[in-house]
DNA sequence: TTGTACGCGTTATCAC
DNA sequence: GTGATAACGCGTACAA
């Protein structure tokens, strides 16, 4: 049995030590300038290490280098599907470029997000990640500071230079609208995310600008700003098929709040698309499974981890962006 | 403007500078002691530190207190609902003691478990936290070091003393057997995980033994080993279908399972319950609105993260364990 | 109430 | 190919 047991860690002193080398000598073992050591020492480094249990002090490390290798994301809402596949394919991804990431959820609180960029600046991280930022004088001081960012899914306030992952929300609105289009509906709700969200007025935006052009009055749209989540679709939803001229067609923020929404419509014997016709947006995995009747606009969510990735990797003053595709996904619900 | 633009960021010494004041000062009001510092010197220091932008570093505090923090979760997939609400619910416990968490995942693999271990004690981190792990050597070091753990859903081998939270899985197997006995099923299948993980064996192991007390002859009951996905789900339910004698009743190792079995018998034109009862495991938040009919074992998954913190404040060496209750959520698949 | 001085574990630089 | 040494940012014991 080796002794590492009850005792504080071992360092590199410990380990030069016991190998008769010195701490300089370790380092580079450990840090692969193996080139630059003999065979036989690197044996010999390498035999003590495992003999005393070391691990590399990841703090040291950082305080001699000034940074971490640590990525922190910031996510609105983890329980939402489409949060959960970006950070599960950012956590492979950095996984591959040896940084861990930490895994921070605001709620949709403004305040919260302020606190998690101070926490997270605290750790002088290789890199925070925002996903749905919310535009905070505390977010700019963040995007104005050395501190690498990337903005996932929503723009970042004008004027404000930072590398960018996500999609063209608008035209995502206006294919959409064209859909709904095509089908002949002619009366339209859409229950969008907060305006404060770049991508959620996107998709507003395109939505509305192409029903205009087309010639349908603003009167026949109803807009309703909602939290994305099943229960406000299942709320919103009711809301609207209570009305004495309910929607024919939603346009969902979401395909949370389209789940809630096709629940209310079943619950009160509105068919779809009979009687109403529902578009999400995401295409979360599980709908294959389980809502396998859902027309929604499909986001490779998981793609996302790598393209975060490419454009840290992507020399240092990186302004770049990495507009992804979507489609949308014909099932039945329209 | 602050000036806090393109340069390192501050520290204690600017701030010290800044302010007029020693270092030892700035670092006193930072650690909350202001109890020792005048009201006008710790003003005076916050001034300077907003007007410099300081974050106090966390690297420098760690190494020299000796630690993080940072607490590691360790997850088998975190594709599964299951782990994902685990997670949430870690994240904003722990966030109420400030600590952050980093999010790894081994993807079912002893080796990447391994690997990610390692990284985990590099870090430092004021705790490991392992959700599904993986009996290996490199495991039982761990539990053996200095490092916190809490397993998490599965118990330590047998020798290992270290926290646990979880749920009584043989229990729980015994529960379902029961019910489905009490419908008056005949035939069985349980498609259960790994036998390498305590979780899995336990339900396996009360699900049999109630069935055997109660005369079911052994060659009643198939037993499939499986990943616990959608799926894998899928296939063994097409295969389960397509025997000659199928079983009337099968017991899922998660929802996940469940889902797939569900799809394979609709696509089969097999009814649900009428020709076969599907019960599931975990009862997944999205359960309630896109399958709502799926009987399955609810398991409190948010407790999860405030009963772990709960172990982790419980003093210094301690060997507590929570056992989160259980319960038979009844629907329409049985 | 405040300041001085040291050490935490690592790596880069320089000298040999 | 190897070693000695100086930082990196912070918290605290001790001194004033």
Redesign the pocket.
Known sequence: MGGAVNR??A???DVARES?????????V??GKT????P??LERVRHAARQLGYT??E???S????TTRIVVLIVPDATNDFCADVAISLEQALKTAGLSMVLCNTGEDADRQDELIDDAEGLRPHAVILLGAIDTPRLRALARSKTRVVFVNRRPSPGVKAPFVGIDNEAAGRVVARHFLDRGYARFAIIHGSRRYSASRGRLTGFLACLAESGVPADSVTQIESELTMEAGYRHGRELLSRASPPRAVFCGNDMIAYGIHRAATERGVGVPADLAICGFDDNRVNEWLAPWLTTVRIPALDFGPAVLSLLQGGEAAEGEVILPFSLTLRHST
């Open positions: 504080k860690p360092t590199v002193f008769g080398v010195s701490t300089a000598t370790v380092s580079r450990f840090t080139d630059r050591v003999a036989e020492t590399p002090s703090i040291g490390r305080l001699r280098l000034a």
